[in-house]
């Protein structure tokens, strides 16, 4: 075991069976609607891996597949199907939708007690304001990791690059909240500003979310810095089977030396999303969140 990789694979596996484990005890069945619009191939892996792992924890799912025709005001039919029926407890839209979908009317029209991404405005606006809410599964799942790997955060400098409602405004969010596994200082990234390196440089937790391969370099980080790759990105390899190869947005072997503590890709943040969704459907059906 190399104790400096923080392991997702390993931690979302144990989510897996600590939900298994509550469930034996309880005589409820947890439903997600997993909502698909067109035939983007990224978000049918996605969205069958989502319904895969429901099959292995019991839960009752449906994946509701739209041509990328569909008009807007019957997707907005479709979900208000879905937060009508009883045996639905999380309603998921996969995206990206198509462009002729307003995102945020469908992101609004699903109820917010069964908003298990934490899209909903309600959700985000919760969160900012530190109450109980659904919190989107990335951030969340890197937040565990934390937990999980006991890294100090409180009165820590941890620098989010990345802006985006999916990831990176959570995130900071989360960060910099006044509780466990957060307390930091929070330094937010983006394509505007200047001089990352300055700012990475001081961080203690630097969490990178941009999609850009390898952008975190070994001379942009501290000896001992924590570093979380959220990056997902395919690199053309034709020596590989599949003819791509997954990157982070983290350069790895320059920054392994240097970090405490890294996240792989894959098996770091990637696996830690479907397991908080999964546990975001169970507080959804125990009414955890809201009852
Ligand atoms: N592990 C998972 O389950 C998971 C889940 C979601 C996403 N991801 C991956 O995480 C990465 C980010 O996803 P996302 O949805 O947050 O992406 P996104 O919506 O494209 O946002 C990217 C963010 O990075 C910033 N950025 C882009 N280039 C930059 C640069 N050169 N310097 C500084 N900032 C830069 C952008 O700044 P501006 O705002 O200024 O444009 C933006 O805020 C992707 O690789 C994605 O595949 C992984």
Redesign the pocket.
Known sequence: MDEKIIDGKLVSGLITEEIKNELSFLSITPGLALILVGSNPASEIYVKMKEKKCKELGYYSVIDIQPASIPENELLALISKYNNDVRIHGILIQLPLPKHINEKNILEAVDYKKDVDGFHPVNSGRLMAGEKCYIPC?PAGIHELLLRYKVETSGKNTVV????N???KPIANIMLQKAKGANSTVTI?????KN?ADHTKRADIIIA????PG?LKGDMIKVGAVIID????RIEDPSSKKGYRISG?VDFDECYPKASLITPVPGG??PM?IAMLMRNTLDAALGRIYS
Request: hydrophobic content about 40%; proline content about 0%.
């Open positions: 990335t690059i990345g802006r985006s999916i990831v990176g990234c983006h394509s505007a500003t990352i979310a941009i999609g850009k952008f959220v990056g997902i990105n947005d943040v990637g999303t």
